[in-house]
């Protein structure tokens, strides 16, 4: 009981000195990940939109707000600036993972933090602080009732978002106890998110980091000004983990908190697509490096995942209609590496390969079709892939080639080394930034906690496009 509460006092009480140096070095890791998210994406079209209906039911949004836009440089207030970079931040599916619950804490944590460090003025090192708890807390109130949430077909981002935004306005802001508490209840009465979009598509899902963020950085500011708010929210009969899980394990909530980090847990993308359809993407690379393999060889692929809703998840689109559903179709991701034919980050399943993929390539099409996904028996040799994935290529020539990953590259336990963080960062930002700013992101980034004012970070942010500059909304 009183897990809402524990986690208030470890909020008002937590101090970056309390932070072990690994977890802040995967906090400023995560936090370069999620910058390069929102740059790259700030260009894409739906976003564009969504910085339009934004910006113009905003009057005087090019100045006199608190908060900066990433990419396009308006002040808006913190809540609309925070909307628009998670928009951002989440536009094609590249941001981090914490596949274990499964949630996206980064899009959420970054953004927020942001906005209410320029919000409140504030150092790097309370921005890195904000970044760290939100993560935290988000990723714990995920895992406590994972896999139930996802199961019952609530997003978990949009669910447990606003407890993490809020965490970090209560840092940013300096709140107590029991301020943090009403911020976190307030933040309890935004939670939402249904995943219907992994069935029929649509873009809505674009903005599934941006609705918590907004709620989280809105709910520190009325519990600023005074609004309370139930003390109860995660825990309570009518709390959260009740009313969206249903079944859930409470103790996930609090143990180890301040001693166990499970932001170290969390996982960076490679690949702009879902999470789950990864593990299929490196074993097919193990295949290839070890046979050779052509697309007109191929007879059929077959990809086995551990259940049922992990494939329905991410097997119920064979021929998508739009981006979105060529990012939740593993049949149609999976043709596409195959004919681009590379390896790791550039290998045909990048943040730019979606934007300009033709979804009617009637070759594509036609590979994809040869792929089926498959629940694996328990007593198959793919009994012990999880999360990750055992793929079976059979060739016209009569071979059988095989291999499985249970972990797929970039997760905790097979991780992006800091070099090709910085790789996948440049990927994204170079093409859409003038030269020089990304490596100047870079190397700020990795100083974070020593920056006294915040607009150091920021203005890098906005730099100006370069001329002949990558940019899909043009």
Partial sequence: ????????????????????????????????????????????????????????????????????????????????????NSTFNHANETDDTHLKSPTHPGGIAVPAA?????????????????????????????????????????????????????????????????????????????????????????????????????????????????????HTILEGEKGFCEVFAGEYDLKRLTDGLGER????????KPYSCCHLIHAAFDALDLIRDEHSLEVHEIESVTVATNSEPILSHIGSIMEPKDILGAQFSLPFSVAMRLHHGDRGVNGGNGFWDYLEVDLEDPGLLETARKVRVVVAEDDSEWASVDKGAGVEVATSDGRTLKQSVIYSWGLPENPMSPAEVEEKFRYLVDPVMPAGVGQSIVDIVARTETVDDIDEIVRLLIAPPAPGARAAAE
């Fill in 114 to 230: 942001l906005a209410m460090a320029e919000y409140a003025v504030a150092t790097g090192e309370k921005l890195l602080l904000a970044v760290i708890a939100a993560y935290e807390v988000q990723i714990r109130l995920s895992w406590a009732c994972s896999p139930h949430l996802i199961y019952r077909g609530h997003h978990p981002p949009v669910g447990v978002g606003p407890f993490g935004a809020a965490i970090a306005g209560a840092i940013l802001l300096g709140f107590d106890a029991e301020r943090a508490l009403d911020a976190l209840g307030i933040a309890g009465s935004h939670s939402a998110g249904l995943i219907e979009y992994t069935k029929t598509g649509g873009s809505v899902k674009r903005i599934h980091s941006a609705i918590p963020t907004q709620a989280g950085v809105r709910a520190a500011l009325f519990a600023e000004a005074g609004i309370t708010a139930p």
């Fill in 1 to 84: 009981m009183h897990e809402t509460r524990t986690i208030a006092e470890w909020t008002a009480g937590l101090a970056l000195a309390d932070v072990p140096a690994d977890v802040q070095d995967h906090a400023r890791r995560f936090i370069l990940d999620n910058f390069g998210c929102q740059i790259a994406g700030a260009t894409l079209p739906w976003s564009k939109t969504y910085y339009d209906v934004i910006c113009g039911t905003r009057q005087g949004s090019s100045g006199g707000g608190h908060a900066t836009v990433a990419y396009y440089g308006d002040r808006l207030g913190p809540d609309d600036a925070a909307f628009l």
């Fill in 261 to 268: 980090w499970h932001l170290l847990d969390n996982g960076l």
